[in-house]
């Protein structure tokens, strides 16, 4: 199925000249959602992954849903003040601003194996930080994946030059 | 399986004499996680349902994954500032202070069958604030699902005083 389509384009936001990509019309749309699960899990099947980290929040409908089909458990990354347990946190850079990431200091255990997973790559800023706070505990990132992906920010070169492997399922020009 | 021994009582959080419940470390147990999904989904197959909603942040991590298993679309309500479309948006009172939820204008049609899906039921607030926004667009909401009910916070009689069905997985005592 073709999905990349159900992908609503919002120009000028959060701020002008930035070309917001919106999944949420995808989401909407369950032939559209289910397909790129299902693209997802036709690659993850069979790996060696022990955890599947979701960042905050819009990577949490991804990453969950992914979890569930792959049948590993399933780790919240989040802003900074909202998980309630001991936290490590690492502030980082996004398109527009600053932000700050927490993980549970008990969320993975050193060795575990990590399918990192967002909804959108852009600058790299997010995925760094949270890969981050999964090696501060020890595990492995095996790879980190998004639904879209927008190379002109550069974000795929960022995490592929400090050695990570990106799978994205469809890739937007600009902002 | 039995889950709510997953669930972690993190006390004093968000605030002095809170017992926070905290269901991150049921979601990292993938045992625990599919066990709560299946009783979900053992309830709503066979529903007359169009679309699933869940409510920022936690309420992704389980609508989601319901939202996939059940076949239908997701639809995000989201914090103030953080949907791209036209929205309306409601306010209302939790807990501890108030907050602001937002809908796309688009998200659903005049008609829908909802299930409505958040992690936890305090004082209800979150829930009537999520039931006016799905019912702003004409849409009507099915049932109102959660993991955890805090039926001392009055949430559960508050949303059945109003009319609406609740369906919880775990009751816990107190705050």
């Known amino acids: 199925m073709e999905f990349k389509s159900l992908i ?66 399933f780790i919240p990354l989040r802003k900074a003040g909202k998980l309630p347990g001991e936290t490590y946190s690492a502030q980082y850079e996004l398109e527009y601003g600053f932000d700050k990431l927490e993980i549970h200091k008990d969320a993975l255990k050193k060795g575990e194996k990590v399918l990192l997973v967002d909804d959108l790559l852009a600058t790299g800023g997010t995925a760094l930080g949270a890969i981050s706070l999964i090696e501060r505990l020890e595990a492995e990132v095996s790879e980190f994946c998004t639904v879209v992906n927008l190379p002109d920010l550069k974000g795929e070169r960022r995490v592929k030059e400090n050695g990570y492997s990106l799978y994205s399922l469809c890739e937007f020009s600009g902002h």
């Open 8 to 73: 609503r384009t919002v120009p000028n936001y959060p701020k002008e000249g930035i070309m917001f990509r919106d999944i949420t019309t995808l989401l909407k749309d369950e032939k559209g959602f289910r397909a790129i699960i299902d693209k997802f899990a036709a690659r993850y099947e069979g790996w060696n992954i022990d955890k599947v980290v979701g960042i905050e929040s819009r990577g949490f409908i991804i990453g969950s849903v992914l979890s569930y089909v792959l049948g590993k458990g």
